[in-house]
Nanobody, 127 residues
């Protein structure tokens, strides 16, 4: 049974770092695309980054390029989002989800095409 669970959010000061974890069960990461998304109140969920089954990792959100990195540990069935140089505008609930087609080689940006959404983890960047 597919299940994704996010960990690692919290309160951090501007300029700080966090590493979010997405533990995955029920599927194999080596053939599935996992995406990280964020959502702020009143706005639509948007993609931050994704990693495909073949390990191609891309950061999609222009506002976080150069600061955020997506990676995975297939042995631990976990996908990570490393967030550096955090800004107050990064404050959001962060989610991970699975793109339900396997062996996809490019990052799919539309969150409506993903499934397996977890509860999300709150990231608050504030002094």
């Amino acid at each position: 049974q597919l299940q994704l669970t996010e960990f690692g959010g919290g309160l951090v000061q501007p300029g700080g770092s966090l590493k979010l974890s997405c533990t995955v069960s029920g599927i194999t990461l080596d053939v599935n695309t996992i995406g990280w998304f964020l959502q702020v109140p009143g706005k639509a969920r948007e993609i931050v980054a994704c990693i495909t089954g073949n390990g191609s990792a891309t950061v999609q959100a222009e506002s976080v390029k150069g600061r955020f990195t997506i990676s995975r540990d297939s042995a631990k069935n976990t996908v990570y989002l490393r967030m550096n140089s955090l800004k107050p505008e990064d404050t959001a609930v962060y989610y991970c989800a699975r793109f339900p087609r396997t062996y996809v080689s490019t990052c799919i940006k539309n969150p409506g095409l993903y499934d397996g959404w977890g509860q999300g983890t709150q990231v608050t960047v504030s002094a």
